[in-house]
């Protein structure tokens, strides 16, 4: 984010665009909304890497939690000691991986929703941005009073 406050960077922008002395242009205004749609860039981004990286935590925590219902309903089918088990523990089984499947859509859910929060704050941002630029545009283009 350090470069897109570098000064240099958008003076050196501003002295090209001065030498062409365009009458109702201001240079610096328009430089000055450029440097934010850079700055809405980056917080768009940064924003939406730091909500893709709560989904892929969310993910492997969901990913470890069905693995270690998966082996205590193997654990429960096969008992203590190795042999299959009877009718009523593999009914008990049966409702156990039933539960098991309603949680996994229930995590699924999350998933998209937490998937549909960053894309919507993400664009948020940008969006809020581009109306800022319009009434900025509208603005510059005023004519002098």
């Known amino acids: 984010m350090e470069a897109t406050q570098n000064p240099s960077f ?30 809405a ?4 981004n940064t924003m939406a890497l730091s909500g893709l990286q709560a989904l892929g935590l969310k993910q492997s925590e969901m990913l470890g939690a069905a693995i270690t219902r998966l082996q ?3 654990a429960q089918q096969n008992g203590a000691t190795g042999k299959p088990a009877s009718a009523a523990a593999a009914g008990e089984a049966t409702q156990q991986a ?11 859910r999350e998933l998209a ?7 919507t704050d993400s664009n948020a941002v940008i969006t809020r941005r581009v109306a ?14």
């Not at 860039?41 to 768009?44: M, N």
């Not at 929703?113 to 894309?119: L, M, P």
């Not at 009434?135 to 004519?143: G, S």
């Open 72 to 74: 205590s309903l193997v």
């Open 41 to 44: 860039l980056a917080t768009a």
């Open 113 to 119: 929703e937490t998937a549909y929060r960053i894309h």
């Open 10 to 39: 958008f003076a050196e922008y501003l002295k090209l665009f001065k030498q062409f002395k365009l009458p109702a242009f201001d240079a610096s205004a328009m430089l000055e909304s450029r440097r934010k749609d850079f700055e």
């Open 98 to 108: 039933s539960k098991a499947w309603q949680k996994a859509l229930a995590d699924v």
């Open 132 to 145: 800022e630029n319009v009434e900025e545009l509208k603005a510059m283009l005023r004519p002098a009073r």
